[in-house]
Structures are given as structure tokens and as C-alpha cells.
């Protein structure tokens, strides 16, 4: 397969790039450093910048190039983070003290009117304040992938949530994410904003990008960026977006 006529190349991370919540396998590593040579990459999450770089800076091979082509946008958009030597923040649209008290409220209200009761174990926070985003984790943050693919994998559990998240809190964007996540941020300040913020910061337009994820679904963490009009490619995992990968770069 040729590598994409495009100018830039968008990934999600989650599910797409690494298993969730995972390292990314030193494979998928060697194969982005290569694509980097010839294209412009980014990156966008609802991890947070903590997480990109345990789990996907840390498996990227040394002498990457410095990361010139590289763009990250952790929080599903609301940050992006560029290489000016060091990782530098470019934006970030944090959330009001008082938004995130209406969040709070309404993710605490919603998860007792599903029916959802906190895991005896739990691996980590449930709920986390990433500034920008709150984020729900059934089983917490850090729970082995094996455990979390089970909990919910029709997205039946966290569609209940979200409906009556939605309900309750109109004025934010409310998606499911992950496996076991609800991601919750300012309205229209998701993965959407965040590629029209790459178009206005790169001066490239949409119709020169590409977008690759998991979570394609509507309601899904990835839906957002197809409202953009971004050529889009479903994945089903890191296997399919590795085998995408190398029938590009060779």
C-alpha cells in the first residue's frame, strides 16, 4: 500500500497505537520513526501528557529526529504540546473551578442512577481531574487490559452513563473512551477542535489529512474528528494499525 498522499497523519493512541492503557511495543516504535522521516504525525488522546510519555515517547527508537514532525494533543485536543527542543505546551483549555463541580456532581448523580458500583479492587483513580478533562475509569486508571476488555465491550454499561450525563450537563462534551473510560471536557473542546487547531497551527487543511482510529463509532472518543471531514481509517487495534503502518513505509 503507498504511503497516503496527505501532509499530515493523525493518530489516536488508545486501542490504535498502543493496547489500552499500555506501552507501546517497541515494533509499533520503530515503525512510527520511520514514517516520521517522511511525514508530518500527531498524536491525540484522552490520555493524559504523563501518560504519552510513559507509554508511547518512551518506546519511540533515540535519534528520532528530535521530534520535528511530531504533534501531541493529550486530553482528547484540549492541549497540544509541540518539540522546541522540549516538549513545549502550545494551549490548554482547562476547566473552571465551577465546571468542574458540575461535572462532579452530575458524574456522581449519573453513576448511582446506572447502577454502577465501585470495584472492591480498584487500579487507580476512577475519577480523575486532568484539568482540561475529567475522566471516568470503571475498574481505575491503570487496570490490567485483560480485565477492563471485559467489563464493557458492547459500550452498553458507559452508554447508560453518558445518556444521563448528557442529560444533566448539556454544556459539556460527554464520550466514551477506551475501554473502561467516559471523558468529559468544554463543549465542542475535543479531538475535533483539536485538529482544526493543527489546521490553523501547521496551515494545513483538512482535505491533506488523515485519521486513524479506533473508536470511529458514534459517541466513540474518535467520532468528533470525522465531523471534521478528515479522510478517516477504522482500526480494530494496534495489530491492524501496525500492518497499516508497514504497508506505507516499506
Known amino acids: 500500500m503507498a504511503l497516503p498522499d496527505k501532509d499530515l497523519i493523525i493518530f489516536d493512541l ?3 497505537l498502543t493496547p489500552a492503557k499500555s506501552t507501546m511495543h517497541a515494533d509499533m516504535g ?3 520513526a520511520r514514517l516520521l522521516a517522511q511525514k ?7 490520555g493524559t501528557y504523563t501518560q504519552f510519555q510513559t507509554e508511547f515517547l518512551a518506546s519511540l527508537p533515540n ?3 528530535g521530534f520535528a514532525n511530531l504533534y501531541l494533543l493529550p486530553t482528547s485536543g484540549t492541549r497540544l504540546f509541540v518539540w522546541k527542543g522540549v516538549w513545549t505546551e502550545q494551549y490548554a483549555e482547562n476547566l473552571s473551578s465551577k465546571d468542574k463541580s458540575a461535572i462532579m456532581e452530575a458524574l456522581h448523580s449519573a453513576l448511582s442512577a446506572a447502577g ?6 480498584a487500579y487507580g483513580p476512577v475519577i480523575e481531574d486532568r484539568g482540561s478533562q475529567i475522566t471516568f475509569s470503571a475498574l481505575g486508571q491503570s487496570a490490567p487490559f485483560d480485565i ?3 467489563w464493557d465491550p ?3 454499561k458507559r452508554g447508560a452513563i453518558a445518556d444521563i450525563l448528557k442529560d444533566k450537563i448539556p454544556q459539556f462534551d460527554v464520550r466514551i473512551g477506551g475501554t473502561t473510560s467516559i471523558d468529559i471536557t468544554r463543549r465542542g473542546v475535543n479531538k475535533a477542535y483539536g485538529i482544526h487547531k493543527l489546521e490553523q497551527f501547521l496551515k494545513i487543511p483538512i482535505d491533506r489529512m488523515l485519521f486513524i482510529g479506533d473508536a470511529l463509532f458514534y459517541g466513540g472518543n474518535d467520532y468528533p474528528a470525522k465531523t471534521t471531514g478528515v479522510d478517516c481509517i477504522s482500526v480494530a487495534g494496534p495489530d491492524e494499525t501496525k500492518k497499516l503502518i508497514e504497508g506505507w513505509v516499506g
Open 30 to 32: 520503530a515503525l512510527l
Open 40 to 46: 508530518k504525525v500527531a498524536v491525540i488522546s484522552g
Open 116 to 121: 454502577y458500583h465501585e470495584p472492591e479492587k
Open 148 to 150: 477492563k476488555s471485559q
Open 154 to 156: 458492547r459500550h452498553e
Open 63 to 65: 535519534g528520532v529526529g
Open 14 to 16: 488508545d486501542g490504535t
